[in-house]
């Protein structure tokens, strides 16, 4: 696959998935529309360059990862988001010890 247009559209719905967002929270963080969003995961649409920039900063992801044909970041990204999800437990659940008791 060659296609940087197809990969655009593949990569941004993957590492949408990734970090749990819906396109409607994708569209809003990035200061577009969920249509635009959409459009581009089917591959209707193409971005403009200040709008990949801002998709790419909404994902937390380098533009040149829009780009790739590999799965090397996607796993980083996805282990960040466990490990995240791992230490914000961690610390609820001390709050609520120290909260309640």
Avoid: H, W
């Amino acid at each position: 696959m060659n296609d940087c247009r197809l990969l655009l559209a593949q990569n941004i719905k993957k590492y949408r998935k990734i970090m749990g967002l819906s396109q409607m929270a994708l569209a809003e963080a990035a200061g577009c529309s969920t249509t635009l969003i959409g459009n581009i995961e089917i591959n209707r649409r193409f971005p403009s360059p200040k709008n990949i920039n801002r998709i790419a900063i909404a994902l937390g992801v380098d533009v040149k990862d829009l780009f790739a044909n590999d799965e090397p970041e996607s796993m980083k990204v996805m282990a960040a988001k466990q490990d995240l999800k791992a230490r914000f437990g961690e610390l609820m659940s001390k709050a609520i010890d120290e909260l309640f008791g």
